[in-house]
């Protein structure tokens, strides 16, 4: 079974940076699979912020110039580097792996639990 795994949110200060892990396990993907990563807070939509895959890194407009995507096919993980977070950055993050290439939709195979990233002013 395939679990994707996040950490690192947390509580932090407008400003500062945080980033956050996504481990997969009961899988090794592809290079041709793609990491994405989604927001969400209540009452609203799943929001895409961003991926990678093969092809490149894409992300949403708000978050060009802050937020950075990498991944470690070796280990099986991508990483989320958040910096110059603002309050509305406040959400329930997400990753998630689409095994045929990238996507802005929420049309991803593989999902995590969601870790809560909390902006304070």
């Known amino acids: 079974q395939v679990q994707l795994v996040e950490s690192g949110g947390g509580l932090v200060q407008a400003g500062g940076s945080l980033r956050l892990s996504c481990a997969a396990a009961g899988r090794t993907f592809s290079s041709s699979s793609a990491m994405g990563w989604f927001r969400q807070v209540p009452g609203k939509a799943r929001e895409f912020v961003g991926a990678i895959s093969r092809g490149g890194t894409y992300y949403a407009d708000s978050m060009k110039g802050r937020f950075i995507i990498s991944r470690d096919n070796a280990k099986n993980t991508g990483y989320l580097q958040m910096n110059s977070l603002k309050t509305e950055d406040t959400a329930v993050y997400y990753c998630?792996?689409?095994?045929?290439?990238?996507?802005?939709?929420?049309?991803?195979?593989?999902w995590g639990q969601g870790t809560q990233v909390t902006v304070s002013s």
């Open positions: 998630a792996v689409r095994l045929r290439g990238t996507s802005y939709a929420n049309d991803y195979d593989y």
